[in-house]
């Protein structure tokens, strides 16, 4: 932008060299000062005094309050305090008298300050951030004598070399990350289910009684969560299993499902879904009997159970993945497969 | 000087001192370290430097204070804190989850809550200065913007307490996610499922990050090492080079009588600033042990450990995290396959978007600078209505924030207030490109509103409420003329002009070639400057046409 664009460089505000009769704008200057109560009235500020060391006095009370609190208090004791509700005493002492004890010498310092210290501002003056051009032109000098001497802009190939060299160096850091975990491989296709066969099935495990199922046990309008068996809490890697493949059984009258195929990779109108939903991965957890609608709670993704779990609403991108079960001889819930295709959030690879 | 002394000291060594003695032992003392750190040169300029007084300088202190509170009691909760996700089985004091597995991560935050005395409130303490941290330097970086404090020569300390909030928003992430309770572990399921979203390498990200599958056990140990030492680390260095900054280029101030561009009025460093700013560190640390005291927050106990297949009710995160929750919960979820490949939509262009929402305003002092070509320095802050379309930008973004928290939190608002989720994601979704356009334009209109009101001030004098009758009959208001210094007040702004594109053809007659950069900025220029974006501010020869004589109404 051309210099006279710019507003008259800080016109109104270097009043101090303007007559103030010639711009009715020009800064007046300095205010002069006004006295406090306490700069005139020797008893106001001996008040004030008296207030500030008050304060430090509540202070180191609170601080030997705090202490005693510690040893007083045991840790498990709960009260009621209205209206907060039941909290432990112990946290309860302590927060607040610690909180006294930080306040108080703080009140006290500021009002100190604001009564008893001056209170005459005074101006102090600005200067510059940029240097002047002499000492600019200088610098640019000594740099240029450094840069020649040096002879970086000369030797070309050293230069070119270096720069490569430094570039490529950072790599070797990444390189050692490496090692932070596995390769993704084939990971995220395949749950715990995948061992089941037709002709080697996996017996689906109710997760609250921990018990096999049988289909008659499932009735309809109900949700129940399912785990594989084989699958034990006290296994080492449980929380990685489970983390995928947690299942989700509801149970539809046969002739509600509108997707065919999902009600043959079903038993008798018992569908089995991946619980893990399909947009980041939470669990789901809330059902709505009559509409067979299953919400998710974190991002709220709505699927259709009784629909091939479609999506709905929310920002799942796709359908729940669900697992082909049907029963065995002795008429427990099997599952014969994997899921349909991989569960929890979708990825890069997955087709 | 006398003879006899000059030899004497031409006698000392060349290095020794030729200082008075000093008057007592603390200046002996005082000597004694000057001489080997240089305190006296050091202190010369800045013991009695001047600090400019306004309340809403206050907010940086508090998010100082408040990172200052942060590290001390983190410091004390690395002490008991087991960064582990080993499994244990509890059997603490806390009778609800007794015999449960859970991570040992999870068991010592159990056991700092209920069986260290104190672990309790020093937990407390922490998180909620953290969030107390983060809110403040938000609004602290809002009375930056607003008041154009980030102008030349500040533009770089802008940035550097741009990142502070970044870093400080994402190891207040980390730091929740340490416990391993259901809620965290919710918030780190999200995370991985971001993770996942990145086209070509998410997969290898994820399972780099987490040492393999979902979760694995390396994530809470690896968080912690992030959390405690490498985030905060960055954030000291920052925050020093901030400070440093603040002190290099001297506060801003408001206009006033007798404050100008080369000089700053306020009261000396000692002792008034000392003992203000060194007592409101008290006041903040002890409002937060207060308010730990009373108000519980993230009551881990309450959500038990995570289990990847449980979810708490409320899967909230930190409300400062919400806009991204917000994000997240408003796209639709748009999914591409093509080539045997899935791009995720639904979850990447949220997690583009989101730091596109704060870089734009990163970036805001470099455009604003490019826009008025101004290369002057800066130290008298702008009241906001002075500057219509940056506030109203401001306002804007400050709107768009707060649409995305409305949509973070979308299930709570539906609860509350008996509405169908739906409908407020519907709301949401209409609302996060509508909303900041109407605000831009309400505010702007506001403040040349306010601007207009202050010429009339100006000009005419301000209402005392006293109405008198003229001889012919007409009823008019008295209007007093304002005081030098209220004159001044209200004119010391600066106003620019928008930039004009150059002649279509040159001198000779030859057709000038103009960028689509210049253009751009001259279109922006006249946004902010032009016709219509500023009210003219009063002229010496207006106020004196009006004054002289007849008009006083
Ligand atoms: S994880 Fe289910 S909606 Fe986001």
């Known amino acids: 932008m051309p210099e006279e664009k710019l507003p008259e460089a800080h016109d109104a505000s270097q009043g101090h060299e303007v007559a103030p009769h010639s711009d009715p704008f020009a800064d007046p200057g300095l205010p002069a000062h006004e006295p406090r109560r306490t700069d005139i009235d020797e008893r106001a500020a001996k008040r004030a005094e008296r207030q500030v060391s008050l304060m430090f006095v509540v202070s180191m009370l609170a601080t030997i309050g705090f202490i005693a609190s510690y040893v007083i208090f045991p840790i498990d004791k709960i009260v009621f305090i209205f209206p907060i509700g039941h909290v432990s005493a112990l946290n309860f002492a302590l927060g607040l008298t610690l909180g006294v004890a930080l306040f108080c010498i703080g009140a006290g310092a500021v009002h100190w300050a604001r009564t008893l210290m001056s209170d005459h501002e005074l101006p102090a003056e600005r200067h510059p951030i940029e240097a002047d051009d002499e000492v600019r032109n200088d610098v640019i000098e000594q740099f240029k004598t450094g840069a020649a001497e040096s002879g970086f802009g000369r030797r070309k190939m050293i230069r070119n070399t270096l720069i490569g060299s430094m570039a490529l160096v950072p790599l070797s850091g990444v390189v050692l990350l490496r090692d932070l975990g596995p390769l993704p491989e084939k990971k995220l296709d395949h749950t715990g289910w995948q061992k089941a066969t037709p002709a080697n099935p996996i017996p689906l495990i109710n997760m609250n009684t921990n018990e096999p199922m049988k289909a008659e046990d499932i009735v309809i309008g109900s949700l129940t969560f399912a785990k594989p068996e084989g699958l034990e809490e006290s296994d080492e890697d449980f929380q990685q299993n489970i983390a995928k493949d947690a299942l989700m059984l509801v149970r539809i009258a046969p002739e509600d499902i509108k997707d065919k195929n999902s009600a043959e990779l079903g038993f008798g109108g018992i569908l089995a879904y991946s619980k893990i939903c399909t947009h980041v991965g939470c669990p789901i957890s809330l059902y709505e009997q009559q509409t067979h609608h299953a919400l998710c709670p974190c991002h709220q993704s709505t699927f259709d159970l009784a629909d091939g779990a479609r999506v709905i609403f929310g920002p799942a991108g796709h359908p729940l993945p669900q697992l082909k079960i049907t029963i065995d001889e002795k008429g427990f819930l099997v599952a014969t497969g994997d899921f349909d295709e991989p569960v929890g959030p979708s990825f890069w690879e997955r087709s | ?553």
Not at chain 2, 60 to 75: N, R, S
Not at chain 2, 142 to 166: C, D, H, S, Y
Not at chain 2, 312 to 330: C, H, K, N, V
Not at chain 2, 535 to 543: F, L, N, V
Request: proline share 6%; hydrophobic share 45%; with cysteine.
């Open chain 2, 1 to 553: 000087m006398s003879s006899a002394s000059s030899v004497k000291s031409d006698a000392r060594p060349s290095t020794g001192s030729t200082r008075d003695k000093p008057a007592n032992k603390w200046e002996a003392a005082a000597d004694w370290t000057d001489g080997r750190l240089g305190i006296y040169s050091l202190a010369k300029a800045n013991l009695r430097k001047i600090f400019p007084d306004h309340w809403s300088f206050m907010l940086g202190e508090i998010a100082l204070y408040t990172f200052i509170i942060i590290i001390l009691t983190g410091v004390y909760l690395t002490l008991f804190f087991k960064p582990s996700m080993a499994e244990v089985v509890y059997h603490g004091p806390y009778a609800p989850l007794d015999g449960i597995k859970m991570s040992e991560a999870y068991a010592s935050t159990m056991d700092i809550s209920f069986e260290v005395r104190g672990g309790l409130l020093i937990r407390q303490i922490h998180h909620w200065a953290a969030i107390v941290f983060v809110a403040s330097m938000l609004v602290h970086m809002m009375r930056v913007f607003f008041t154009g404090a980030f102008r030349k020569p500040r533009e770089i300390n802008w940035v550097f307490g741009f990142l502070l909030l970044f870093l400080g928003m994402f190891d207040g992430f980390m730091g929740y996610s340490l416990p391993d309770d259901l809620l965290s572990g919710t918030g780190i399921r999200f995370m991985e499922g971001a993770i996942l979203a990145v086209p070509l390498v998410g997969t290898y990200g994820q399972m780099f990050l987490f040492g393999g599958e979902f979760p694995g056990t390396d994530i809470v140990p690896r968080f912690f090492t992030i959390h405690v030492l490498l985030i905060p680390g960055v954030m000291l260095g920052l925050l020093v080079a901030h400070l440093i900054l603040v002190f290099y280029h001297k506060h801003t101030q408001w206009a006033g009588p007798g404050k100008t561009e080369q000089n700053v009025v306020g009261m000396p460093l000692m002792p008034v600033y000392m003992a203000k700013a060194g007592g409101f560190f008290f006041l903040v640390f002890g409002m937060v042990a207060a308010m730990s005291a009373v108000a519980t927050v993230n009551p881990i106990w309450a959500y038990g450990p995570y289990r990847p297949d449980q979810v708490s009710t409320d899967a909230q995160p930190d409300w400062y995290m919400g806009f991204s929750e917000g994000l997240i919960r408003i796209m639709p979820g748009w999914e591409i396959r093509a080539w045997g490949h899935t791009l995720n939509m639904g979850v990447f262009v949220p997690l583009m978007v989101f730091p596109l929402v704060l870089f734009a305003i990163a970036a805001y002092p470099f455009i604003e600078g490019w826009i008025t070509g101004d290369k002057r320095e800066h130290h008298i802050l702008d009241r906001p209505r002075n500057a219509p379309v940056r506030t109203a930008v401001g306002a804007a973004w400050v709107s768009e924030y707060l649409i995305l928290l409305i949509g973070g939190g979308n299930d709570l608002i539906a609860t509350h207030l008996h509405l169908s989720i739906n409908d407020i994601t519907y709301f949401v979704r209409v609302g996060f490109f509508v909303i900041p356009v109407l605000v831009f334009f309400i505010t702007k209109r506001w403040c040349l509103g306010l601007q207009r009101r202050d010429k009339e001030k100006v000009l005419h004098g301000r209402e005392t409420g006293i109405i008198k009758r003229l001889p012919h009959g007409e009823f008019v208001e008295v209007h007093a003329q304002l005081p030098q210094d209220k004159l001044h007040k209200y004119t010391a702004h600066e106003q620019y002009e928008p930039m004009e594109l150059p002649a279509e053809v040159d001198e000779n007659g030859v057709k000038r070639k103009v960028g689509v950069l210049t253009k751009t900025r001259a279109k922006l220029s006249r946004g902010y400057f032009g016709e219509g974006n500023q009210i003219p501010k009063p002229t010496a020869e207006e106020h004196r046409e009006i004054t002289s004589g007849h008009g006083h109404h």
